[in-house]
């Protein structure tokens, strides 16, 4: 069989007992690099362009990050060029620190400070591979021979650097594939690099521990990272940075478990984008803290600009589910999803804190608008279509009516199998309930009050037949009814009936809806007009209307709504 779970074996845990790390709280951002013009830029099919890197260089400065891995110069020309265009024409704000990426080799290192000439300050990151795998198979080397190469570098990188007084330079190392690195050889490594660079002298060092590939769940991850800050000389002086990335699909979950572990710094890319499934994403981990209240340090608002730069540049969609930028993730088709958001949005008040259900932050936050929050289509209910028709055209409908529309609105999503809009919406309403047959169009009525109850006198039909009805009854509804009983022979028993006051944004002032049997057909109606009164007989006509027309709603669909409303 070549599906055989028997080919795999599990990572060992880190055998730790005294963990902290599980009562921490990130009560603050970590410092946060990006890594899009290396790692990012590394992964891709069709390398960024200069152009292209200097567009994403300026979105990542725009969003306030203040260290910006920019390539890899000693071994690509397009890095070593865009490097040199940066620091030559000036396009490093003051508070933003480059960073570049060198292997720990001595000719590599050289060319990579070449590409630095002339930098205020600048993060050399240099690397190399420590974990058994790569020792044994790749390098066939033995600890010591590892070990040696991350020395040579660490000396070599030390040793340019002073040749350089004018720049501030930061040194960087990664022991590169930490998460199959033994931990106890790790930080032996990492022990000999620090005792060549000497943070506790003022040089300011970061050690990046990267899951070069991720190999186990987030919490083995954190153990690690804690162990580590517990076992390596100069801890106090060093800043402690992560580098996941994502090949169990957890790379920000880890990050934030190493950060609870001791973390001060992240690396990630803009949407996740790095080799195989990508490096941590910035943005996700960025407003993960933001909806617990804390400042990311980053300006993620214009969430709609930073899909179509990245995309631009690395040519690569955004996912529609996409954590906080994918098209879709703000968007509730399910009608009780539709429902309570709509409910906790109206009661919402200016000032509170955001507590809507189904949406963990407000995407008006990101730059979305409301509107895309509530779409219609076959597995949306009454309160989606409702809110619609509200939040588009002022409508508001009762609820007896609101689950009797959302049925023809269903229907029609199930009969073209996809997303309704919201003028579909309004149409399918105004074909079902508002229109009027011009021989049921109400052209004038006089209502008397008397002790008796009202007299009515309607005028109805077009203009060139006009008809006159005259009935008495209770109230207006019931006068007309009974004018229509007597000059049509129908019997009308109302079942419900709901007038609305419109707000701005509509001709109309106000809007009737009415549901009512005539002769024992059942039949809904609504009517816009200027007065109450207006609207409702008119409503009253076109119920009646459809009932004369052979249009009223089957006994079959009347008693589904019936049910659906007890
Ligand atoms: O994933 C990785 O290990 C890297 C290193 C070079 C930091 O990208
Ligand atoms: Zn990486």
């Not at 899951?211 to 954190?222: I, K, L, R």
């Not at 006009?466 to 509804?477: I, K, N």
């Not at 009512?516 to 609504?526: D, I, P, V």
Request: hydrophobic content about 40%.
């Amino acid at each position: 069989m070549a599906f055989d779970h028997r080919k795999y074996s599990a990572f060992k845990p880190v055998a730790k007992k005294d963990r902290r790390w599980p009562d921490q709280v990130i009560e603050k951002a970590p410092t946060w690099c990006a890594v899009d013009l290396r790692d990012g830029n590394q992964a891709l099919v069709k390398p960024m362009s200069v152009a292209q890197k200097q567009r994403l260089f300026d979105l990542l400065v725009k969003l306030g990050f203040k260290e910006i891995e920019i390539g890899f110069p000693a071994a690509s020309q397009p890095d070593f060029d865009f490097c040199r265009k940066l620091i030559e024409e000036n396009r490093i704000p003051d508070d933003v620190k480059i960073q570049v990426l060198t292997q720990a080799r001595p000719e590599l290192i050289e060319r990579t400070y070449q590409a630095l000439e002339g930098a205020q300050k600048a993060v050399v990151h240099v690397y190399n591979s420590t974990s058994t795998v790569q020792r044994e198979q790749v390098f066939g080397l033995d600890q010591a021979g590892i070990r040696a190469i991350a020395v040579r570098g660490a000396t070599v990188v030390k040793e340019i650097a002073s040749r350089y007084p004018d720049t501030d330079w930061t040194f960087q190392y990664s022991p590169e594939s930490f998460t199959g690195t033994e931990l106890d050889y790790a930080a032996e490594v990492i022990n000999a690099v620090t005792e060549v660079w000497r943070p506790d002298q003022g040089q300011p060092v970061i050690i990046n521990l990267p899951a070069t590939v991720e190999m186990a769940t987030p919490n083995v991850f954190a153990d690690q990272v804690e162990w580590i800050c517990e076992n390596i000389r100069y801890r106090e002086h060093l800043s402690i940075s992560v580098h996941t990335h994502n090949d169990r699909g957890c790379a920000v979950a880890a990050a934030e478990l190493a950060v609870m572990a001791g973390a001060d710094r992240v690396e990630g890319t803009l949407m996740g984008n790095g080799e195989r499934t990508g490096n941590m994403d910035l943005v996700t981990m960025a407003m993960n803290l933001y909806s617990q209240g804390i400042d990311p340090t980053l300006d993620l608002s214009g969430m709609a600009e930073i899909t179509d730069v990245v995309e631009a540049c690395t040519e690569i969609s955004t996912h529609p589910r996409h954590p906080y930028a994918g098209e879709l993730v703000f968007t509730a088709f399910s009608g009780s999803h539709q429902d309570a958001i709509r409910k906790c949005l109206s009661l919402r008040q200016e000032g509170q804190a955001w507590n809507v259900a189904y949406l963990p932050i407000d995407p008006f936050d990101l730059g979305r608008r409301y509107e895309e929050v509530v779409r219609i289509n076959s597995q949306s209910g009454k309160g989606g279509v409702a809110y619609v028709l509200e939040r588009d055209y002022k409508i508001s409908l009762p609820r007896w009516l609101q689950i009797e529309f959302s049925k023809v609105v269903q229907q029609e999503a199930e009969t073209n199998g996809g997303e309704i809009d919201s003028l579909t919406i309004h149409r399918l309403f105004d074909d079902r309930y508002l229109k009027v047959h011009a021989d049921w169009a109400l052209r004038s009525y006089d209502l008397h009050r008397d002790q008796d109850g009202v007299r009515a006198e309607v005028v109805m039909g077009r203009d060139v037949s006009p008809v006159m009805l005259e009935g008495r009854g209770l109230g207006a509804v019931e006068a007309v009814s009974d004018a229509l009983a007597k000059r049509f022979g129908v019997t009308v028993a109302v079942e419900a009936y709901d007038e609305f006051a419109l707000g701005e944004g509509t001709n109309a002032n106000a809007l009737a809806c009415i549901r009512l049997t005539a002769n024992g057909q059942h039949c809904s109606a609504a009517a816009l007009a200027e007065d109450t009164t207006s609207a409702t007989l008119q409503a009253l006509f076109s119920a009646v209307a459809q009932a004369v027309a052979g249009e009223a709603m089957s006994t079959e669909a009347a008693g589904a709504v019936e049910a659906a409303q007890a």
